[in-house]
């Protein structure tokens, strides 16, 4: 399964954690964490393909990416010449082989199939890998005009597939077409609404309306699993914080039935599904602080409504340390779930441990094969 992207919520401040757990009556109690590190050296033998940021040489210029891979077992790291962007006279990013791909977006994601490294996160590419998706969005005085462009990888063209006045953003490229929501107010940070754009007929339907969800900053800020997902604070709560898009709560807006149902719920936590693992089961990111500040980290793998199994508690002896830094989207495969962060790289496999693959820090890019 195609996983996806990990928003990065700017938060300013925050209260303490509360320990009223799950919240739902058909909650189980918090259970005991089943995931420690393994002592075991790495077991598989593949090349992981990591994205890591490139900052910019001045503040006239932006950030850029370049492509990777991790050695398993050994966790040596290798830079791929052909997994360079630079950024073009528009702005925009371009790969450095030919045909040149172009995105808009500082990530990038590798396709074993066609061999090129991709100038947009995996949310952003297309099942087969052999198409993706980004936005362009150009503001003069209070309008603006985005884009959304869809390109061919094998042959580099770089075709508008739809255009609008809002400021629009590609949340998932699935089977069904490209998901994308309008960017309105803080900024452009606050997301609402969802559509599903057609990218051969250009044709948009509507699957929430503009201002859904209510009263969120970051919209619907994961695609998956037959859902949208989302988050608020429940009725009664007390936020986990006094700053930007306090969530304490999962949410599942299902794409076919358009029911909105409650997975998680953890009062006085920060609550955010980071990604899927192999069977469509997101991964809960709850942080008992603003996600930036010292914090407790937990994850969690929810299975159903209500229904969930902490896989990292954030202490106890054992346990990897590895959270304390950035986290960015899991990545499931045969091998188990991938995750990058600033401290380095971990998977965590299906006898339920964590193994530290490598010191070195990035975005999971690609399966490892």
Known sequence: MKRLVLLGLVLVSACGPSDRGLSSSSSPALPSASASQS?????????????????????????????????????????????????????????VTQPYLYGTDAGATYTRRLGRWLPAKIAAVSPDSSHYAYTQTKVQGTSRQSRIHVVDVASGVDRVAY????????????????????????????????????????????????????????????????????????LGDKPPHSGLGPMDRLLRLDLKTREDTEWFRREGWQVQAIGFDGDGSPVVRADSGDGYTTSLVQLWLVTAPGVAKQIYPGSGTGSPVFLTGFLTAPLADAHGLWFGTSDGIFLYKPDGTFEKISTAGGEIAGRCS
Request: charged share 15%; glycine share 14%.
């Open 39 to 95: 002592n075991a050296g790495p077991s598989v033998g593949c090349r992981l393909p990591l994205a890591q940021a490139v900052p910019p040489p001045d503040k006239e210029h932006r950030w850029s990416v370049r492509g990777a891979f991790i050695n398993v077992p050994t966790g040596e790291l290798s830079i791929d010449p052909n997994g360079a962007f630079a950024e073009s006279p528009d702005g925009r990013l371009r790969s």
């Open 163 to 234: 255009e609008g006045s809002d400021a629009y953003s590609v949340a998932d490229y699935e089977v069904e077409g490209i998901y994308f929501s309008a960017a309105t107010g803080f900024g452009d940070v606050a997301n609402s609404g969802l559509w599903l754009l057609n990218p051969s007929s250009g044709s948009v339907r509507q699957v929430a309306p503009s201002g859904q969800p209510a009263g969120t900053l970051f919209g619907f800020y994961l695609i998956g699993a037959g859902g949208a997902w989302h988050g608020d604070v429940a």
